[in-house]
């Protein structure tokens, strides 16, 4: 249920190279987020191939990021790295379950929107430029909608979610 | 993010035990669940020594619930699957004067914790309702 450390250090490798602005050596990278070059290469490559950043050789080479920062969600790069958010494989495979749709997808499906809701507006732009309580209110906003949305699908009020964001 | 496979079928074998309310063989429950024997065997003992389940064996035996359907969450399944492997993961160590990684930790927090609370509420009852 929890994100894998190689998509979070995907994310802090995006964070770092949209913070400067600039390309940035692979030791300058590595040694910030203490991993090895090996390690940051193997993530680095994913990133490349998708587009995200740029890699430069020679000595003033490294990495530099080429996608705007509030085009990059969290969503996105999970989907990257896990290539799925949903936690119930009934969600996302077709013929997982021997009846479809199955009780799991009824009881669940609602709070899979709340979670890629949440994951989808979040963007690198908003950690770096936006302050916590800004950008927790845009989530807020966010979700909300989703909420009320379920309302109207008339999702039983003891199947909503109730996130507990400050 | 994504469950591993034995909580994803833990779920399921629960659920058709609340479902059918009586004692099921092991190899119709492998059947069903389309795992194998031994698969099952070693996912039963996990729900059974978590006293979710109770197992007996020859030839009237099989598998059956024990603790009420309302009582068992989602949660709770993936708990005893999935526990020990949760509690032994370090969190990525924090970088000096990087705030974003702080709020990319919260940000982490959230998800997981609207997932958790959610997933406490959802009972095999309130799925079988």
């Known amino acids: 249920m929890q994100i894998n450390r190689t998509t979070d250090y995907a994310l802090r490798i995006l964070i770092c190279l949209g913070r400067e602005n600039r390309m940035v050596s692979s030791s300058e990278i590595a040694n910030t987020m203490r991993i090895s070059q090996r390690y940051l290469l193997s993530i680095v490559r994913r990133l490349k191939d998708?587009?995200?950043?740029r890699v430069g050789f020679g000595p003033d080479g490294g990495y530099s990021l080429i996608k705007p920062l509030n085009m990059i969600s969290l969503y996105d790069i999970?989907?990257?790295?896990?290539?799925?958010?949903?936690?119930?494989?009934?969600?996302?495979?077709e013929n997982h379950c021997e009846e479809t749709p199955c009780v799991l997808h009824d009881g669940y499906s609602f709070l899979q929107d709340i979670i890629e809701c949440y994951l989808r507006n979040l963007t690198i732009d908003m950690l770096i430029n936006q302050s916590m309580d800004t950008w927790q209110k845009t989530i807020i906003e966010?979700?909300?909608?989703?909420?009320?949305?379920?309302?109207?699908?008339?999702?039983?009020?003891?199947?909503?979610?109730?996130y507990p964001l400050r | 993010m994504q469950l591993n496979i034995s909580t994803d079928y833990a779920i399921r074998i629960i659920l058709y035990l609340a479902k059918n309310e009586q004692v099921v063989s092991s190899s119709k429950l492998s059947k069903v669940i389309r795992v194998s024997p031994r698969y099952l065997l070693h996912i039963g003992s996990k729900l059974r020594d978590a006293g979710l389940i109770n197992?007996?064996?020859?030839?009237?035996?099989?598998?059956?619930?024990?603790?009420?359907?309302?009582?068992?969450?989602?949660?709770?399944?993936?708990?005893?699957?999935?526990g020990e492997t949760q509690s032994?993961?370090?969190?990525?160590?924090?970088?000096?004067?990087?705030?974003?990684?702080i709020a990319l930790n919260i940000a982490y927090k959230h998800v997981k914790s609207t997932l958790e609370q959610s997933l406490k509420n959802i009972t095999i009852a309130s799925l079988l309702s």
Do not use: H, W
Request: charge should be positive; aromatic fraction near 6%; proline fraction near 6%.
């Open chain 1, 50 to 53: 998708q587009g995200y950043i």
């Open chain 1, 78 to 93: 999970i989907i990257l790295m896990e290539g799925t958010v949903t936690i119930l494989r009934c969600l996302t495979q």
């Open chain 1, 142 to 162: 966010k979700l909300n909608k989703v909420m009320g949305q379920n309302q109207e699908a008339g999702i039983p009020s003891s199947k909503r979610t109730k």
């Open chain 2, 55 to 82: 197992a007996t064996n020859g030839p009237t035996g099989g598998y059956s619930l024990i603790k009420p359907a309302g009582q068992i969450s989602l949660y709770d399944i993936i708990i005893i699957m999935e």
């Open chain 2, 88 to 101: 032994r993961q370090r969190p990525t160590p924090e970088i000096e004067g990087y705030q974003e990684f």
